[in-house]
């Protein structure tokens, strides 16, 4: 389903979990990472399609999150022709997404990647909120870029400053010093089909 201007209706998701990191993915067979996504049906509500998509993908149910904002007007990304079928090519532009902020009320044990019979994701980890840019397929980052900004402000504490992560590391300037943080994943727990694996530096495969 495509609007006049070619681009596909989709929901994307970043789900937090109590320690405002978010859900990573790693795309299945792929060393590509991205946040779950997929496309609105005929019929359905951006929310019901982030419901959806988000058992579908990560096997949480409606009462495994809270909602806590999102972005106001569609999101658009453009996929370069490379990517795209030849029989779609001059009808399909690319993505326009309504992206969601959810936060995690059940476990860890609660997600499943094997939710399905075609699993999007065969590793996950818990992320720094501000995700490495760089293991990302090009042409989805500027979406990326401007919906954790712009639902960043709905964050408790004091994560909302934009501190996106470079080639595996966080650079943040205090006081004229650069300062690094990283993520770990020590006491993490492993629901079915997850394993933590480190992101990939530069190599960016196939999207989705």
């Known amino acids: 389903m495509l609007d006049r201007d070619g681009f596909r209706p989709n ?7 109590q320690r405002n990191q978010v859900f990573w993915g790693k795309r299945i067979r792929t060393h590509s990472w991205q946040f779950p996504q997929g496309g609105i049906d005929r019929g359905e509500t951006p929310e019901q399609a982030m419901i959806r998509e988000l058992h579908e993908e990560v096997g949480l149910l409606a009462e495994h999150v809270s909602i806590v904002a999102r972005t106001r007007d569609w999101l658009r990304y453009e996929v370069p022709d490379r990517y795209i079928r030849r029989d779609a090519r001059g009808h399909y532009k ?6 969601f902020l959810l936060k995690l009320l059940g476990h860890d044990w609660d997600l499943n990647l094997r939710a399905t019979d075609h699993p999007e994701f065969d590793a996950w980890r818990w992320n720094d909120y501000w995700v490495p840019l ?22 408790p504490r004091n994560e909302t400053r934009n501190r996106f992560l470079r080639h595996g590391h966080r650079s943040q300037e205090v006081g004229g010093e650069s300062q690094t943080a990283m993520q770990g994943n020590e006491g993490m727990e492993l629901p079915p089909g997850a394993t933590f694996e480190p992101p990939p530096e530069t190599k960016i495969n196939t999207p989705g």
């Open 134 to 155: 760089e293991a990302v397929v090009e042409f989805k980052r500027g979406v990326y870029e401007m919906a954790l900004t712009e639902l960043s402000r709905y964050l």
């Open 11 to 17: 929901v994307g998701i970043i789900l937090l979990n």
């Open 94 to 99: 690319g993505q326009k997404q309504i992206w």
